[in-house]
Nanobody, 125 residues
């Protein structure tokens, strides 16, 4: 039984920073890639960032590259998203997800089997 629980969201002014965390349980954490996605009101879920199981490779959406950093601490079964230089259009519910052997790219939502409940990030002008 896999559980993913996001935390760290909130309200921040443009230019500010937030650090999101996602704590995982239920299966060997280091065996799986982890991803962050976001969904703004009225919009489809979009890819934000992903990290391989060992932490050796990371990938970012062009919209966040240079501003967001994904990392993981496998000893703590936790993945992080450091969000700097936040913009109002970063406002969304942010979800973490765990890879599930679907054969799909880890830069696609279809590449993940398990999802957290989401945490709200709101960036004011």
């Amino acid at each position: 039984q896999v559980q993913l629980v996001e935390s760290g969201g909130g309200l921040v002014q443009a230019g500010g920073s937030l650090r999101l965390s996602c704590a995982a349980s239920g299966r060997p954490f280091s065996s799986y890639a982890m991803g962050w996605f976001r969904q703004a009101p009225g919009k489809e879920r979009e890819f934000v960032a992903t990290i391989t199981g060992s932490g050796g490779m990371t990938y970012y959406a062009d919209s966040v590259k240079g501003r967001f950093t994904i990392s993981r601490d496998n000893a703590k079964n936790t993945v992080y998203l450091q969000m700097d230089s936040l913009k109002p259009d970063d406002t969304a519910v942010y979800y973490c997800a765990q890879d599930g052997g679907t054969g799909k790219s880890i830069r696609l939502s279809q590449g993940y089997r398990y999802w957290g409940q989401g945490t709200q990030v709101t960036v004011s002008s």
